[in-house]
């Protein structure tokens, strides 16, 4: 029970994130020629549509490719905080990267927020954007108290606005706290709404339900190929604005990054909520902001995070998130829970800019930790500057190329391969489950016919069956209840319980199996 004596469990039976339910979307025809183009922008969240319209109003041709639906991906479930302060980073980027780079990490973000305020200029209702502070804060003693410490003097060392206390707002029993004032939040979908009009005012093109894939031809004119129709797009250049990047290159991508979900749900809580943006440096993590939903404020409680396909009961994180909401706020209703998955880099800072050192038509924004509502927006203006032969000063600190030659780095892409290589088909355990045991709305890692493989029942009974090795590069994958999805550890493709891509890397469905047979 919670404090006002309302008992749990009123999470929403299915997820759906509080954005795109209170968005109309758009849509958009699909690619059915060939076509050339000054600029392809590959993925249609806030990345890629702040690209192409910047692009775009600098007077490029520019086309839009989503392999989905425009808004689906992780922009369309954030918890949508628009600020610099990224958790407990500071420090770590003066220990990695020196105080000038660190410097530039803040100031890159800082110039993110001030564009997104011009954009949204003076009509903050319309887009939900509201000036707040931002707290890190511990529960703890010792390692962890000192550690956030340590972040408050990065930001004295690099005059970051920011202060130190032992108090919050909301009654959490802190033992410190640093907070970041002069940050938004904002309504993230209704934003990108905005700049997807301002784009095809411009003269942008935008196609949904078209996948890249199959050969990029790099020798000569740059050319796309689209998985459906074999339709080429020519470009002069080709921006990944997608999770993994759609074309390797010899990057590396797959063993640089790493995958991670986390979790939201929109409380309608019991006591007001007393403003601010809340982020708990604990195990786990807490995050909490609040937004205007129907004339009342919702209050967004998120954390939980875990590696992609390596939760094994999913739901128990909606489920630890109402109990702490309760406990905090009091829950009346939960109208939404979501979940989003992020990448992350191996120095935690993100890859923006050239694919290679060697290939610099095709660029990349990926690993934005968590943070992608600044991070995007900063990328759109590095990637921009790059195709419009215009400096940036933030170019060389997100470079993907950076750490060519460290060590350490190298070392750990290996035994990240191995990892990888653990998880393929044939290495994971195998399951004894029986399919016939299955309820309706249930899944499960079943045994068919000796060879692992994943089953589903509907709410009216019908049986799905997929075969469990995903169809990026081999690794298998688990179901995740709480989405109802089957989820890949290795490079957190996702697809839908009847085995269609809902989250790329990987393009092709799972290979539906025959429960007959
Ligand atoms: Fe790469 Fe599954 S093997 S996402």
Redesign the pocket.
Known sequence: MNPSGTSYHQLPRYPESLWRATTDLPSFPRLAEDIETDVAVVGAGITGITTAYLLAKAGKDVVLLEAGKIFNGTTGYTTAKVTAQHGQIYHELIQHFGEEQARLYYEANREAIEFIRDIVGGEEDKFGLKLEDAYIYTEQDGKTLEKLEQEYRAYEKLDIPGEWTDRLPLPIPVTGAVKMPGQYRFHPLHYVKHLTEKFLELGGRIYENTTIGGKIETDGPLSLQTKRGNHRITCKYAVSASHFPFHDGKGLY?SRLHVERSYAIAVKPETAYPGGMYLSVDNPTRSLRSASYQGEELVIVGGENHATGRSICTHQHYENLEVFAGNLLGAISIPYRWSAQDLITLDNVPYIGPITADEDRILVATGYRKWGMTTSTLAAHIISDHILEADNRYAELFSPSRFKADPSIKTFIVQNAAVAKDLVSGKVDMSDADMSTLQNGEGAVVRHNGQRAGAYKDEEGKLFLVDTT?T????E?EWNEGERSWD?P????RYGYNGEVLEG??TEPLKQLDPES
């Not at 990026?472 to 690794?475: L, T």
């Not at 290795?490 to 493709?493: E, L, N, P, R, V």
């Open positions: 797959f995903c990026h590069m081999g690794c994958v890949c290795c490079h957190g493709s890397p990987a």
